[in-house]
């Protein structure tokens, strides 16, 4: 009977171990893929890292060239932006000119009509004047007794055989 | 001094431009309608007003003359060959400017008295 014992006792330490020793192969198995996944092999982890520095290189390549990209296109938006202001500037300033110009051209025109109001003012005092001189010279009575009596042919005065001849020669200003 | 004695003579000798060529023109053709003297005097009296168009017509009528022949004369410068001989004479007897006056052909300073003294002088007196 203790040969049975020990060999119940044996086969059951074999199970036993066996069943611990599955258990081992089973928990290292269904550890060790995890830590082959968690954990990447070298090579892996220096693709890894060429492709991150890949990835990083193009990026900072694409970065930049974005980043350029972004510049001009900023420069160029603000060039756009810009004209439009210089534009309204110069817009504003011809219209300050032309304004300026109007405003000028209006005193020319005020000023001149001015002179021309003075001189017409002028003119008329003149043609007055010249009036009032002519209507009190239409009535003078130019004296001209001195030669009364005395035979006037034309531009002589006198006995036209008389022996002696006074002859003037003269203008009439 | 007694009538009958000498005369005197009016020659043109418009040389001060052309107001008074057109003055003594103007002069020439009331001339020419025996009103000499009424315009000789109005112009030589400073009648300003001769100088435009209307009041030389205006006076013009006012001295009786006919003023459409003497606008004619006027316009047409009929009487202009008569001014300028004057005038050439007078510069050919060495006439330097206005008033120059001769008695007898002698030049005198033109003046009431130098005048009359040349005459006196003429007659013996």
Same mark, same amino acid.
């Given at each position: 009977m203790l040969t049975r014992v020990s060999r119940a006792g044996v086969v059951l330490a074999g199970v036993a171990l066996s069943a611990v020793l599955l258990l081992a192969a089973c928990s290292s198995e269904s550890e060790q893929p995890q830590a082959a996944s968690e954990q990447p092999t070298a090579a892996q982890v220096q693709d890894q890292q060429q492709q991150q520095e890949e990835q990083s290189a193009t990026a900072y390549a694409a970065g930049e060239s974005e980043s350029a990209e972004q510049q001009a296109a900023a420069e160029q938006q603000s060039e756009q932006t810009e004209p439009p202001q210089s534009v309204e500037q110069a817009q504003e300033s011809q219209v300050e000119e032309a304004s300026a110009d109007v405003q000028a051209e209006q005193q020319e025109e005020s000023e001149q009509a001015e002179v021309e109001q003075s001189e017409a003012a002028e003119q008329a005092s003149v043609q007055d004047e010249a009036e009032d001189v002519e209507e009190a010279m239409v009535g003078r009575i130019i004296e001209s007794g001195h030669r009364a009596g005395l035979f006037a042919n034309r531009n002589t005065v006198g006995?036209?055989?008389?022996p002696i001849v006074i002859t003037e020669y003269s203008d009439f200003l | 001094m007694a009538t009958g004695i000498a005369r005197y003579e009016f020659r043109y000798f418009a040389h001060l431009g052309d107001p008074a060529l057109y003055a003594a023109v103007a002069v020439a053709c009331a001339a020419e309608q025996g009103a000499f003297w009424p315009l000789h005097d109005r112009f030589m009296a400073g009648d300003?007003?001769?100088?435009t168009p209307a009041g030389l017509r205006r006076q013009v009528e006012f001295e009786g003359i006919e003023y459409g022949a003497f606008n004619q004369c006027l316009t047409d410068g009929e009487t202009l060959p008569l001014v300028i001989a004057s005038r050439s004479e007078g510069q050919s007897r060495g006439? /330097?400017?206005? /008033?120059t006056v001769f008695v007898n052909g002698e030049r005198v300073d033109p003046t009431f008295e130098a005048i009359e003294e040349a005459v006196r002088r003429a007659i013996g007196e």
């Open positions: 006995d036209p055989d008389a | 300003e007003t001769l100088f006439v /330097p400017g206005t /008033p």
